[in-house]
């Protein structure tokens, strides 16, 4: 959810400086058509997740690991459009946490509660799914690189846990729609070749 809210307060913040949408269109992307597939993808183990997860080699699993390889390989692709390096390190430090904990974003009870989010969690026990999101719960104590775990707390009604990682994801955006949507492009954008 602190991706959604990263990017209105982005394109907010670049409307009120005079940016405008049709500056997007001037950016030319190299397989941005993977970013929506990968989406997707993510879309069907979030939405209609099992109420655990089925372990690291589960097909669910690798299809939420594979949709992270997608995005990686789209921010290292257009690496030179303003804040997808940002976003490449965000998505790596996710992946890194993920493929650490079996393959989903661990979270804690305690995040989740301080979100306001613990009705969202299909049980209590470690492993439990959160519902719409890529999480499982973990105590802290269970979980490897909790550093890098949804960590972070914004209590409602905003209500959501973040990663380190995510806060990576928001910058590049943020940096992404600041330069974007003004009226001349970045350096370079106009030279790019869409695949």
Do not use: C
């Amino acid at each position: 959810m602190i991706l959604l809210y990263a990017v209105i307060v982005s394109i907010v913040v670049s409307l009120l400086r005079g940016g405008r949408f049709g500056s997007l269109a001037k950016l030319s992307f190299r397989a941005g058509w993977l970013a929506p597939l990968a989406f997707a993808l993510q879309a069907i183990i979030i939405y209609f997740p099992l109420p655990e997860t089925q372990g690291m080699w589960a097909p669910r699993t690798l299809l939420l690991l594979g949709t992270y390889g997608l995005l990686i390989l789209v921010a290292l692709l257009n690496r030179g459009l303003p804040g997808f390096w940002l976003l490449g390190v965000g998505l790596a430090l996710n992946l890194l946490v993920m493929l650490a904990n079996g393959g989903f974003m661990p979270v804690t009870a305690e995040a989740l509660e301080g979100a306001g989010l613990s009705h969202l969690a299909l049980g209590q026990q470690a492993g439990a799914r959160v519902l719409n999101a890529k999480d499982i719960l973990l105590p802290r104590e269970g979980t490897r690189l909790w550093a890098l775990s949804d960590i972070f707390v914004i209590p409602p009604p905003l209500g959501t846990a973040f990663s380190p990682g995510d806060l990576f994801l928001a910058l590049g955006g943020f940096w992404f729609f600041q330069r974007g949507m003004q009226s001349a492009p970045p350096k370079g954008a106009s030279e790019r070749t869409a695949l």
